[in-house]
Every structure is written in structure tokens, then in C-alpha cells.
């Protein structure tokens, strides 16, 4: 081999060694210059949160006391119940809280959708106000229960209360003052003018058939008071008749006489217009002598009284 071609050999070799040698460094030095140009790097990191979020607690809630219904009319019912939330007072959704009371066979539900919110006490808990109406034919037990939920939907709810409500036997008539119409000396079966008078049952007992009894009194003269028409001139009866001394129940003066109408369940009648039931009356005998004409009435003894035991 010439001096030439001893030359090039080693030329060659020598570029063939200083590559690989060489490449390692410049490659790093290309890659670090395209990365700075394209904002592409081979890898990055990113930071990762999971937040877990508490359900409430419902604590505290009142207990509810027996309670009386108002006749014809509702009774509203005001309990209180706090709400922890670990996540923050800021974490309870205050227009969120509801209650409800369930009788116990479910026939009657009074809610109250929108329990108030009184607001925190602390960093953690705070407060609601409920009002609840029970209505006049409600009975006992009745349990009830509250709910809530936080800013994030998780629900809870306290269901496991109840309370009593006391039985109350009332009534309601219609009309107060009973009337007749102008009657002549010895006249007979007079029907009222503005009866029946209608009753119903406005207590949350049933009232059975029996349980209702009338106290009459002897109607006196306005003018000569001396002059009366005895209460046993007078009948009553639940059917429109007005026949004789028979003809329906007979009256005695300051005395309680037992009327046996139908039996008055309890219930929400003046929504359905129903009536429970009617009472009719007669004066059967107006007395033909031993008192004069005027105005007879009950203001110098007692008014008729009805009552449901």
C-alpha cells in the first residue's frame, strides 16, 4: 500500500471513531435548542387534587310535645333542628331544609317545603325553623321528619320522631238561633222556619250514633213573662217531621235528652261540603189558653243546648 492510500485509511477511520463520539453531545445540544423553539418537551408533571365532600349531620332536633287541634281550624306546630357540616357552615344550603308529618296510616302528610334558615352559630353548624300546620281532624300519632342537603347535593335526613295529638270531641252547627214562624192560639205541628240545623263533627273523634244529647227550656213571654210555652211542647228529630207528639223526639224542660242521629265521623268535611248530619224541630201544640200573644223566647231561662259526649 502507497504512502496515499496509508493516508486516506487513516483519515477514514479516524472520521468513522469521531462521530459516534462526537454525536451524543451535539444530539443533546439540538434537541435542548428545538425544545427552547417549539415549547415541546419529552416530559412534564402536573399536580392532582381529590376533594371528598362530608354529608351533614341533622342534630337537635325539638322534641315535639303533644299538641291540641283547634276546632274548625288549624294548629301550627314550631320545632327547630341544627345541621353540622365538617366542610364548613358556608357548606350548608340553607334553602334546602323540609319537614314533614305522616300520620300513622299515611292518610294524612302536612310538609313545609321551605324550613327557614336562621343561620350559623359557629364555623361548622347552624340552625333551621320549621312551621308545620295540623289541621282539626288530625289524629295521633303523627310522626314527623326533617332533611337537608350541602352545596354539593349529598342528602340527609332525621326520620325516627313522632309525636301525640290530644282527642278532642267538638261540634259545629248551623244556624245558632233557631226559629219559628208567627203562630195562632191552639195551633199544631209548626215546623221551624229556618231549620234544619245542620251539624258537623269539627274534632278529630269520631262521634257515634247516641252521643249527642239537646237541653231544652221553657220559652217565656217577652212582655208578660209570667206566660210560657213548655219545652215538652216541642220534638225534635234528624228527618223533616213534624207530626204530633210522636213525631220525633219529645223535650223536657232543663233536661238532657239523648238524640240518635247517625254517627259523625271525623274528617275534612267543610272541604266536601258535607254535612254529618241534621236535626229538625216542631212545635206540635201551641197552648189554646193561659198565655196571650207576643214574642216567646229563651232570654229569661237558658238557650237550647246540644252537645256531643
Keep these: 500500500m502507497g504512502d496515499l492510500e496509508k493516508r486516506y485509511l487513516v483519515i ?145 335526613e332525621d326520620t325516627d320522631q313522632t309525636f301525640t295529638i290530644a282527642q278532642t270531641k267538638a261540634m259545629d252547627m248551623n244556624p245558632t238561633a233557631l226559629t219559628f214562624p208567627t203562630v195562632t192560639l191552639g195551633a199544631t205541628d209548626q215546623a221551624s222556619s229556618n231549620d234544619p240545623i245542620e251539624i258537623n263533627n269539627s274534632g278529630n273523634v269520631v262521634i257515634a250514633a247516641g252521643n249527642m244529647n239537646i237541653t231544652a227550656f221553657d220559652l217565656h213571654g217577652l212582655t208578660t213573662l209570667t206566660e210560657s210555652i213548655d219545652a215538652s211542647n216541642f220534638t225534635v228529630n234528624n228527618t223533616d217531621s213534624c207530626a204530633g207528639s210522636t213525631g220525633g223526639i219529645l223535650m223536657q224542660n232543663n233536661t238532657k235528652t239523648i238524640l240518635t242521629p247517625n254517627s259523625m265521623d271525623a274528617g275534612n268535611v267543610s272541604a266536601g261540603g258535607t254535612v254529618n248530619t241534621t236535626l229538625y224541630f216542631c212545635l206540635f201544640s201551641v197552648p189554646s189558653s193561659g198565655i196571650s200573644g207576643q214574642v216567646y223566647d229563651t232570654s229569661a231561662t237558658s238557650a237550647w243546648e246540644i252537645a256531643v259526649f
Excluded at 408533571?45 to 299538641?67: A, E, Y
Excluded at 314533614?100 to 302536612?110: G, H, K, L, P, V
Aim: aromatic share 14%; glycine share 8%.
Design 12 to 156: 477514514f477511520m479516524f472520521i468513522i471513531l469521531f462521530i459516534p463520539l462526537a454525536h451524543a453531545g451535539v444530539f443533546d445540544k439540538f434537541m435542548n435548542a428545538w425544545e427552547s423553539i417549539t415549547g415541546y418537551g419529552a416530559t412534564d408533571t402536573t399536580s392532582l387534587s381529590v376533594t371528598i365532600n362530608r354529608v351533614p349531620v341533622i342534630f337537635n332536633l325539638t322534641s315535639i310535645g303533644q299538641q291540641t287541634i283547634t276546632e274548625q281550624g288549624q294548629t301550627f306546630v314550631t320545632f327547630y333542628f341544627d345541621v353540622s357540616d365538617l366542610d364548613g357552615s358556608e357548606n350548608i344550603n340553607g334553602s334546602s331544609a323540609k319537614a314533614q308529618f305522616n300520620s300513622s296510616d299515611s292518610t294524612d302528610i302536612r310538609v313545609n317545603e321551605s324550613c327557614s334558615y336562621l343561620g350559623a352559630y359557629n364555623t361548622t353548624s347552624g340552625q333551621f325553623e320549621c312551621i308545620v300546620d295540623i289541621f282539626y281532624f288530625d289524629k295521633g300519632p303523627m310522626g314527623y321528619n326533617v332533611s337537608v342537603q350541602d352545596n354539593s347535593s349529598s342528602y340527609v
